[in-house]
């Protein structure tokens, strides 16, 4: 057991913790006399979390003889209600993640226990009798994020993906995440992704779950949406809009009109806070969709000095959208229902954009794709001067004629690494006649042009210039504070602080009794296949873009030993 960081036991200070509680795999199994092999995966990344303030909770570590059963998840049930009792563990923030068996454990547990776990976190486990209508409508409200392999055989994908179609059908509140690449072994990742503490951390046992998860409504649509809680409790209550409804005393609710429901649930006399997270069904109008844009780095002038003779555009924003409509206008036609739409032809175009439950959106502003060839271009940019900066940028400068016809709008900018071979870099305004280009390689000679652009066309490409970036040869900063973060009878985990560098650190070399072992571009490392109880002689170097070396870090000395927590 792992305490959180903040615990203070004498303290009056009303707090209440989660917990974790995780299952090991069948190879990390021991002995009545062994009470740390089970932290062998995991237990240094449980740890870390813990204390740097990401998961301020209790972390479980049980460990079986073999594989997991109902004694074993009793015995779980009564260390949570003696923690609840003594310890500050509330007893409605309470997940549950494990691999392989573990994940099987995972499952089992919260089908055992639904008035215990806010929510499952299984890694590379799924029985195809999950998809039964028993096992569902049991879990369907409850959090789920299940992780596959993509290259797992036990389970296979198809199983996962069975059971999450089910779950889904059901309407349940489930979330699946797939690795393509990755065979049994997908903790490693998981434990890495950015929401997997915050998963956890969100739910609670009171919070509700509407089927299917809609909670928006057109006008005149028929609201009737089922808001359901783990069976299993003690005791029900529901509010709307902070009034407690009369009858409302079990684990599901109907609701057919707008406004926030949230409830509490009960369990051995002790009541959940209100719901943490409450639903709010709401009718909405019909949105504007955002504006359209180019996507990637192209011009919106075709063709280009590129080759391009498209331009690809997409909608504005970060918002999620399940359908696309794309016009050209004056046409009635749809050209497109993909997210990125591919215009080959100078025009207007508009988009309709619908997010999930949304009603229909109304088109966007229209976007013009700009006739290169067009009739009233602005002249040709004279006299392109271009020198280098540094190892990674080279500036560029021109002149314009400001007594002209057809003003420019802006100046696009292209670049080469062979004298006639272009690729877009980027625009400026019409009022600025310099750009400096950075992030390029040291030592590189590149080759520049620039085309003036308007509403209506395209001038001619200026003179071409060159200009060559200088070479570098300062080494990167030595990288500091080379330390062991945990060990196992056969690895050592390390980490150290990032070093700088005046172009970029590109990547760190880490030797092992004074040959390189391995490389890496991360700032954090975990060596294995190491002979226990053998001393280790460790130290770091940080290498740029070209091949510069600094000087070897401290050195640490390690032995691969089994770690607690």
């Known amino acids: 057991m792992h305490f959180p960081k903040s615990y203070n036991p004498t303290a009056n200070d009303g707090k209440k913790y989660p917990m974790v509680v995780f299952f090991h795999g ?15 995966h995991g237990g240094d990344v449980f740890q870390a979390a813990i204390n740097n303030g990401k998961f301020d909770g209790y972390a479980l570590y049980m460990q079986s003889q073999g594989f997991w059963g109902s004694g074993q998840y009793q015995y779980i049930t009564e260390i949570i209600d003696y923690m609840v009792a003594n310890n500050k563990l509330d007893p409605f923030w309470i997940s549950d993640n494990g691999l392989s068996a573990g994940g099987q454990a995972t499952w089992e547990m919260l089908l055992n226990y639904p008035n215990y776990i806010a929510s499952a976190l299984p890694m590379s486990s799924t029985s195809i009798g999950y998809k039964d209508s028993s096992v569902v409508n049991k879990v369907k409200f409850t959090p789920i994020w299940l992780f596959q392999g993509g290259k797992d055989g036990s389970p296979a994908p198809s199983t996962s993906q069975q059971v999450r179609d089910a779950m889904l059908a059901a309407g349940g509140n489930f979330t699946y995440k797939e690795y393509p690449t990755l065979g049994h072994n997908v903790w ?18 009171s919070n509700p779950w509407p089927l299917t998860g809609r909670t928006k409504f057109c006008p005149g ?22 009034s407690v409804i009369n009858g409302a005393t079990t684990n599901t609710i109907k609701v057919t009109q707008p406004g926030m429901y949230d409830a509490r649930v009960q369990r051995n006399g002790i009541w959940s ?57 004056g046409s009635d036609s749809v050209y497109s229902t993909q997210p990125v739409f591919k215009a080959t032809q100078p025009g207007y175009y508009v988009l309709a954009a619908n997010q999930q439950f949304s009603c229909s959106s109304l088109f966007s502003d229209a976007f013009k794709v700009i006739d290169a060839k ?17 190892n990674t940028q080279i500036q560029l400068g021109w002149s314009q004629t400001s007594q002209q016809a057809n003003m420019p709008t802006a100046f696009e900018i292209y670049r080469g690494t062979a004298s006639g071979a272009y ?8 009022s600025m006649t310099s750009y400096t280009d950075s992030g390029l390689a040291p030592k590189t000679k590149y080759f520049y042009v620039v085309r003036a652009v308007d509403s209506t066309g395209a001038a001619p490409l200026s003179n071409e210039k060159s200009a060559t970036t200088y070479f570098d040869t300062l080494a990167p900063s030595i990288p500091l504070n080379l330390r062991s973060t945990y060990t196992t009878p056969s ?57 510069n070396y600094s000087s070897a870090s401290n050195q640490i000395s390690v032995q691969p030993i089994l770690g607690g927590l």
């Open 26 to 40: 069948l190879g990390e199994t021991g002995t009545i006399y062994d009470n740390e092999y089970q932290l062998f």
């Open 188 to 205: 490693d990742s998981t434990w890495q992704l950015p929401d997997f503490w915050p998963f956890q951390l969100r739910a609670y046992s």
């Open 221 to 242: 649509d028929n609201i009737n949406v089922t808001l359901g809680l783990a069976p299993g409790f003690n005791a029900y209550q529901w509010r709307f809009n902070g």
């Open 273 to 329: 806070d209100w719901s943490r997270v409450p639903v709010q069904i709401i009718v909405q109008a019909s949105t504007p969709t955002p504006p359209i844009q180019v996507a990637g780095l192209m011009s919106p002038v075709i063709p280009a000095p590129d080759g391009n003779t498209f331009v690809n555009l997409q909608v504005s924003g970060t918002g999620s959208y399940i359908s696309y409509t794309w016009k050209k206008v």
């Open 374 to 390: 067009g009739p009233n271009a602005p002249n040709a940019v004279k006299g392109l001067l271009v020198n280098a900066l540094s």
């Open 423 to 430: 690729s877009f870099v980027g625009q400026v305004s019409s």
């Open 491 to 547: 690895t050592i985990s390390i980490a150290w602080d990032a070093s700088t560098d005046n172009v970029a650190v590109d990547r760190y070399a880490i030797y092992v009794n004074g040959t390189l072992s391995n490389i890496t571009k991360q700032t954090s490392f975990v060596l294995t296949g190491l002979v226990q109880n053998q001393p280790y002689a460790i130290f770091v170097k940080a290498v740029d873009g070209s091949n």
